[in-house]
């Protein structure tokens, strides 16, 4: 889970949140909304991000509970894999 000690979302994210202030996003309130858009957009770096931010259970459970709402294939189909989440 988020702390008040980790980083905030990289800048290089932005483009991702443009409806949104970035700096107004909270990690802990805002998670499910920050995890899909780094997932469907991020680079390895704002990945790395991602996973030192939020657990891998975290993530997982939001990839079980709304990937296919939130990643298109084959985002959701690589995500599921490296998560270990097959055949649900």
């Known amino acids: 889970m988020y702390t008040d000690t980790m980083q905030p979302i990289p ?3 932005a483009p991702f ?3 949104y202030n970035l ?10 909304t920050i995890i899909e ?4 957009f991020g680079t390895r770096d704002e990945l790395r991000w991602l996973f030192s931010t ?3 259970e975290q993530i ?17 189909s690589f995500w599921r894999l490296v998560l270990g989440i097959l055949g649900e």
């Open 11 to 13: 800048l290089t994210l």
């Open 17 to 19: 949140f443009q409806e």
């Open 23 to 32: 700096s107004q996003l909270n990690p802990e309130r805002d998670s499910a």
């Open 37 to 40: 858009r780094t997932l469907r």
């Open 54 to 56: 939020y657990s891998r």
């Open 60 to 76: 997982s459970d939001w990839v079980r509970h709304w990937g296919k709402f939130g990643l298109p294939e084959p985002h959701l």
